[in-house]
Structure formats: C-alpha cells, structure tokens
C-alpha cells in the first residue's frame, strides 16, 4: 500500500472514531429514555409469562458505557463471558449475604462491603476465601473506593428492623442518604448498573390496600420509624435523579416482610421473636390487638426477583413481597403450630417507640412484578417458616 494511501486510511479511520465517539453518548441517552418509555406503556401481551426465566445481557449495556466513559479502558469487551463483577453492599446482613450466594452461584464476581453494624461475618464466612468472592469492611456513607471494573452495584446496606433503626436512627438516615449518594456515584463512575433495596415502608401506614407501585403513601416523617421510610424515600427520589439527569440505569425493588436463616434471633422483628418464644415455649408476644395484617415472603423467592429485576428493562420501582396476608395473631397460631410449641399467645401493649405509627395492613400489589419480570412467589409459609425453625433451632 502506497504512503498516500495509508495516510488517507489512518484519516478515515480517525474521522470514524471521532465521529463515533461523539455521536454514541447522545445515543445512548436517547435509547434509554425511549426503553423508559416503552416500558411504561407496553401491553401485557408483549411482556413475558410467569415461569420464564429471561435473564437478557446487561453487560452489553454496561461495558459499552463503560467505553464510552472511558475510552481507554484496558478491559476488553467480552472477555468476562456473560459473567459480572458486582458490589453488594450490605453483604453482611441476611438479604446481602443471600443475595451474595446467589450471584456466586450463578458464576458472578461479588464485591461484599459492610460496616457490620448490624450485619454478621458468619453470614458470609461460607464465601471466604472463595476465589470469586472479596469482602471490604467499610460504612458506605462515606466516600468509597473499589478498585477495578464494576458491572452492577446493589445497594442493600442498612438497619432493617424497628429495634434496629429506633437504636441506629442517625446512620439510617445516613445510610439511606449519604451511602445512597455515595453508591450512586460510584456506579456513575463504573459505568454500572445500579439496583436500589427499597421497602414497604414506602406506603407507610397505608391507606390502600393492597398496595399498587402508583400509591403514594402515607408516611409520618416526625415519627420514630420515620429515619426508615424517609430514608428509603429519599433514597428512590435520588436514584431516579441519577437515572433522569446522568442517564444511569438504575432498577428500584420495594421489598416486603421478608423472613428466612440468617435473621438474627434478637433483631426484634416479628419472625425472630415469635420463633424464639416457640422454640423455648415462652409466651409469644403479639403487639396490641394483633388485629394488623402482613404478608411474608420466603428469602429465595425475594433474591430470585431481585436478580430478574436486576436484569430487566424496568426503571421504576417494583413490588416484590408474598400477596398472602394475614393478621399477626393468625402468624402467630402458625407458628406455635408448625413448631409444635406448648406457648400460649399473650396480647403485651409495648409502652416504648416499636409500637408507634406500627401499620395497620400491609399486601402488596405484585400484578406488575408478574407482567414484567414473569416472577411470583413459590415458597408456602409452611414449608418457609420450617426451614426457618430448622435453622434456629440450635442457636436459641
Ligand atoms: N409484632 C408483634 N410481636 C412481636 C414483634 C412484632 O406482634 O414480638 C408485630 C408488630 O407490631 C407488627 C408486626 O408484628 O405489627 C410486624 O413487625 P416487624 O417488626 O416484623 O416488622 P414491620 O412489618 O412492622 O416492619
């Protein structure tokens, strides 16, 4: 090839590259708003069927990102297979480290991070030491750094319980907050997908029941369970301002009760509680009239509707949570009877803050969860609290 030639080819070739390195940002913020679109409006014809498992590539979307924000990049498009490194924070508690199994299981790479204020080393001593699997003891609402590529970040990091957000309610808010903005940046940064843990406590004490993603709630934000819900709320108001603005792909799970091993025994939900009294045949403590309502959901069903989740077009926010409700006093009976306990129920008025503003009724809507990530609950409450009788039963 003569020298005119080879300098006309390596001018084509950078006109093409700086045309294309300009022109794909702008096409990737113009495709993601229109997948926003589309799926706001899609008919349910078109979505998949309950029992489908459609896992579709993110990692497509992520890397070219990636590419794009970082031109440089030393890590070469698909050379990871169809394989992900992702960050669970949180990785501790008993929805991380669950959630961590299951990632690891399906040939992923997890980054754990947690400050262990709640969050328990055991959970995770089982991924120690395994080859895919790294841990970083850190509390996300301060500035974080992770070495290397990130593919998706999931932030799962924070007190979960009334016990354990009336005694933590400054890092809740923090963490809800601050560790919110903080994971936010850095799947910015990554060029990750982001996954967002919400919560039921969005509805607050609803007055709509079951309740649909469209209900707004009904939260008091003066109130001692209000470090949660405002937390969680604030929390989805800034993911979907770094969807809209930075263009970040970004998924939001509002998580109903959920129940399964690794609880902590003391943790003070009603799951814990009831099954330590049944195992010891202590009295069992239902909280005022026992007349309010919840509907639990087994752990592995919840992690198998976050990974569809994380892997689905859908940008707002999603129901996931067992529709089957019932009253406490009723969850109680249930309990006494598979553990075959002598307790007897007792009716205790708590005189401090866990009882305040407790809601009244709660169900969720799952019709949308079923129509865009073809997922429903499969475990019974039998078969689940067994299993979770099972696993307690040796550390009471
Ligand atoms: N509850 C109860 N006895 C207990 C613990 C909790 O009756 O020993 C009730 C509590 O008042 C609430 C329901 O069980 O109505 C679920 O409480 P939990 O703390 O598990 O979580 P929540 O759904 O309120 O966030």
Excluded at 33 to 40: A, D, E, F, K
Excluded at 66 to 86: A, E, F, H, I, Y
Excluded at 119 to 148: Q, W
Excluded at 336 to 347: L, Q, T
């Amino acid at each position: 090839m003569g020298r005119f030639c080879r300098t006309r080819l390596i001018g084509k070739l950078f006109v093409d590259c700086t045309a294309v390195s300009f022109v794909t940002p702008f096409w990737l913020r113009y495709n993601s708003r229109n997948l926003n679109n589309i799926h706001y409006c899609a008919s349910p014809k078109t979505q998949p069927q309950v029992d489908e498992r459609p896992y579709p590539s993110i990692l497509a979307r992520v890397r070219l990102a990636r590419l794009v924000n970082k031109p440089n990049s030393t890590r070469q498009v698909g050379t990871q297979g169809d394989t992900m490194r992702v960050l669970i924070t949180g990785a501790a508690g008993f929805l991380g480290s669950h959630l961590s199994d299951r990632f690891i299981g399906e040939g992923h790479t997890v980054v754990g991070m947690d400050n262990l204020i709640t969050g328990n080393m055991d959970n995770i001593a089982h991924l120690m030491g395994h080859e895919r699997f790294s841990f970083i003891k850190h509390d996300v609402s301060n500035y974080i750094y992770v070495p290397g590529e990130i593919d998706a970040v999931l932030h799962f990091a924070s007190p979960a319980s009334p016990n354990d957000y009336l005694e933590h309610p400054i890092p809740t808010l923090k963490v809800g907050s601050l560790g919110t903005h903080n994971t936010l940046g850095l799947a910015k940064a990554k060029g990750a997908r982001y996954l967002l843990a919400s919560t039921s406590e969005v509805y607050g004490d609803p007055q709509v029941n079951p309740q649909p993603e469209t209900y707004w709630g009904n939260v008091n934000p003066i109130g001692p369970r209000g470090v949660y819900d405002e937390a969680k709320r604030f929390a989805e108001a800034m993911t979907l301002a770094y969807q809209r603005y930075h263009g970040l792909e970004t998924r939001i799970v509002r998580i109903f009760n959920t129940y399964g091993p690794r609880m902590r025994l003391n943790d003070g939900r009603v799951v814990p509680n009831f099954i330590h009294q049944a195992l010891t045949d202590q009295p069992i403590t239902v909280y005022g009239n026992g007349s309010q309502t919840r509907s639990f959901q087994y752990y592995s069903d919840l992690v198998d509707g976050i990974y569809r989740l994380l892997h689905s077009d859908e940008a707002l926010p999603v129901n996931i949570g067992n529709p089957s409700e019932m009253t406490i006093v009723e969850f109680a009976n249930a309990v006494v009877e598979i553990a075959r306990s002598k307790s007897e129920i007792v009716f205790v008025q708590p005189t401090d803050d866990r009882f305040t503003d407790d809601p009244k009724q709660r169900r969720p809507d799952i019709s949308k969860a079923k129509r865009v990530l073809g997922w429903e609950p499969k475990v019974q409450l039998a078969e689940g609290l067994k299993n979770t009788l099972d696993y307690f039963r040796d550390k009471v």
